[in-house]
């Protein structure tokens, strides 16, 4: 409902892309099909590190959950995005605003503490080699994995309780496909400096600083390999890495391009195309990453298939 500035708005509009309502079918079944690749991928390299005893280094233990916040990561928005696709009025309560606001931080956050420890993880292994079962010992890697998840509790909790306690009178319209906190911010009929102030603080916080944290353990990592004597040698040491920086530009860069843009350089149209890439693409592409040039993984995957799906 749009009401006066005096009405207390109980739920928001979500325009998505209602700009681009022609494709709003071919969108509907690319994203499905994205989504759903996506769940198949995560899943099973969730239950290959689970299931086969060559996949339980801490590097592996690192990617199950990594797998794992991708598939709630993009469960939080992909499925309200495909039914507001095929919506001609798609709304959204501003409890499930809420809801969806804070999960979507939750597992955002838990996801750039994965990839940082992931990082550490590759730094430990080539450059402190000879430390590397001290340093990642099943108890340091659960501590990782759990602080991840309590990051992401606490912020995701906090963040969202602060801008939902702001008052939201008569505009209800979000130029988004999902409760991201910007477009919901604007809305706000009071002083929302310090919502602002909290977005910019969980930006540098949880996409800035652990992107750079990564950036050194590489620069690390790169004077490492460079001081190895023979070329296969370097390109072992390297292919190591490879697949986890990948992942590391494909994941920060459009967050960073999205959160860190300034305000007067964006458009609602660019937000939502450059939030699909973060949201929706890029959680596809992490089974592809680790499983095509990973023969450690490829090699468990066949061992899966014949034992459970082929036979003996």
């Known amino acids: 409902m749009v009401g006066d500035n005096g009405t207390a708005v109980t739920e928001f509009i979500l325009l998505g892309f209602s700009g681009f309502h022609s494709l709003r079918g071919p969108l509907f079944w690319g994203v499905l099909c994205i989504y759903l690749v996506t769940l198949l991928g995560n899943s099973l390299i969730v239950v290959l590190t689970l299931a086969d005893p060559a996949l339980r280094s801490p590097m592996y233990f690192f990617l199950r959950h990594f ?27 501003l409890a499930s605003c809420f809801t969806q606001m804070y999960f979507f931080a939750l597992f955002g956050i838990a996801e750039c503490c994965l990839l940082t420890a992931m990082a550490y993880d590759r730094y430990a292994a080539i450059c402190r080699p000879l430390h590397y079962s001290t340093l990642m010992n099943q108890g340091a890697c659960t501590s990782m994995v759990g602080a991840s998840y309590l990051m992401g509790v606490i912020t995701g909790t906090t963040h969202s309780i602060c801008i939902f306690t702001l008052p939201f009178h008569g505009a209800n319209i979000i130029h988004h496909y999902m409760c991201d906190v910007m477009p919901v911010l604007r809305l706000a009929t009071a002083n929302t400096f310090w919502g602002e102030v909290g977005d910019l603080t969980m930006t540098i916080a949880f996409i800035l600083t652990p992107f750079l944290l990564i950036m050194t353990s590489y620069a690390c990592i790169l004077v490492t390999i460079l001081g190895v004597a023979t070329s296969e040698g370097r390109r072992k040491l390297f292919s190591t890495c490879s697949s986890h920086l990948f992942v590391v530009i494909l994941f920060f860069g459009p967050a960073t391009v999205a959160y860190l843009r300034p305000e007067a350089g964006s458009s609602p149209d660019t937000d939502q195309v450059i939030a699909v890439f973060y949201t929706v693409v890029t959680p596809m592409f992490n089974p592809f990453v680790y499983t095509l040039r990973n023969k450690e993984v490829t090699g468990a995957m066949r061992r899966f298939m014949t034992r459970y799906l082929w036979g003996p």
């Open 67 to 93: 797998s794992l916040v991708e598939i709630l990561y993009t469960s939080t928005t992909v499925p309200k995005m495909l039914v507001d696709l095929l919506s001609t009025h798609p709304t959204i309560p």
